[in-house]
């Protein structure tokens, strides 16, 4: 219970956070897109063996969730949630290539190694530019600004079911529980055999929910008009905020600043 209901809390606080009325909110979900996937690219076509170049590039979410108001150790928070998702993928690169690559404070250093905290910053980097870009945007509006960019109609709508059944199978999770509780008269853990019972009941609860929506959708004409494509406002402004934002990432992938930092540094101590 406590996982789905905060799973539900989460949900819903994106929601919250996406009502900002802020400079970067007000922002159109095209630019914000089309520089996401900008950012996107540069951190995943970092070289592998690098990992240095990556650090500058959390500047970038950082900014932005400043810009716009939203708490970074909210947001920080929910990245290290996903991060075992990384680790999993990249536990075995220090077993499998163990070619010395130098020291770091005196403890030798493998290629593989150096790839595992890569994958790390990557997916971190992802994970936060993304939840970053839902926070300061919202669902609806990002389905909005895909189709204006072209995305197929039936993929857009697929993503919207799939975030709106999210909250009905929570929801009536909750709905299931509370009912078996009142029954009981006790707040206790459920037995495990009434979990089948209780998953089956849920499951058709939430597809017949499912169905209504579904009809509704089909008496308004085949698409939710949350989601319809409806003219966007593109200002000058937002423009050159993208282009600058596109523009400082492709330079962070270009130029590895921290070594320059590093070099220029040493430099003014020599």
Request: glycine share 10%; net charge positive.
């Amino acid at each position: 219970m406590p996982l789905f209901t905060d799973a539900a809390r989460q949900f819903r606080q994106m929601d919250r956070f996406s009502c900002g009325n802020t400079g970067f909110h007000r922002l159109d979900a095209r630019i914000k897109i089309g520089a996401f996937i900008v950012f996107q690219i540069c951190v995943l076509s970092w070289p592998p063996q690098e990992i240095t170049g990556l650090l500058p590039f959390f500047l970038f979410p950082v900014c932005v969730i400043r810009m716009a108001g939203l708490p970074l150790g909210y947001l920080l928070k929910r990245t290290l949630w996903l991060l075992p998702v990384a680790v999993m993928i990249g536990i075995f690169n220090p077993l499998v290539d163990r070619t010395p690559a130098g020291e770091w404070f005196g403890i030798p250093v493998t290629r593989g190694m150096i790839s595992f905290i890569s994958i790390i910053l990557r997916c971190m980097l992802t994970i936060l530019a993304a939840f970053t870009l839902l926070a300061s945007t919202g669902f609806a509006p990002l389905c909005r600004g895909l189709r204006q960019l072209g995305v197929p109609r039936i993929l857009i709508t697929v993503l919207a079911f799939l975030y709106r059944y999210a909250f009905i199978l929570v929801d009536e999770f909750q709905n299931t529980l509370l009912a078996f509780r009142s029954r009981r008269g006790s707040s206790g853990a459920v037995p495990l055999s009434i979990w089948g019972a209780m998953t089956g009941q849920l499951l058709l609860r939430a597809f017949g929910r499912a169905e209504r929506i579904y009809q509704a959708v089909q008496c308004r004409g085949g698409e939710d008009p949350e989601f319809s494509s409806v003219p966007g406002v593109i200002t000058a402004r937002g423009v050159m905020g993208g282009l600058f934002f596109c523009l400082f990432a492709i330079l962070f992938r270009c130029v590895n600043v921290t070594m320059l930092a590093g070099q220029f540094t040493r430099n003014l101590i020599s």
